[in-house]
């Protein structure tokens, strides 16, 4: 496989991987509390969390009360592990950093319950095709190696 192709994907001492989730979660009540310095702490606190554990941030965007993240994330984390420490971490130092948002949100839930999750790469069929390309060139060499 040609190096271009195998440069999105990483590497484990014991696995190589490309698992890309796009996420999605808000605040909660979906009150718009997220201005522009906020919006800078919670960068900050994502980019940590994420550096913490080794998560690539591929892209983002932070909206008045709702974010959104492309993350790389290696496969020995769940993504309700995942979800939890970016809602957690983040509401965490938010709710700390800022006393206004401490207040509006008294009971330390800054981030409503829940979030959205989709997975991100190749389609079934490319998948399909690929696997049944192996089989096909096995099948070849299994039957050349018989030919007298």
Do not use: N
Request: charged share 30%.
């Amino acid at each position: 496989m040609p190096q271009d192709k195998l440069s999105k994907y990483r590497r484990q001492s014991h696995a190589t991987y490309d698992c890309r989730y796009h996420l999605v979660w808000v605040t909660k009540y979906r009150f718009r509390v997220i201005d522009k310095e906020v919006e800078i702490a919670l960068k900050w606190a994502i980019k940590d969390i994420c550096d913490w554990k080794d998560i690539e941030i591929l892209e983002g965007a932070v909206k008045a009360e709702h974010i959104h993240l492309y993350l790389q994330i290696p496969p020995k984390y769940s993504i309700s592990d995942v979800m939890k420490w970016l809602k957690g971490k983040s509401s965490e130092r938010l709710l700390q950093k800022f006393p206004a948002l401490e207040k509006q949100y008294w009971g330390r839930h800054l981030w409503a319950r829940g979030y959205f999750v989709s997975t991100v790469g190749i389609t079934d069929d490319i998948i399909r095709q690929y696997i049944q390309k192996q089989r096909d060139e096995e099948l070849r060499e299994f039957v050349g190696k018989w030919k007298p």
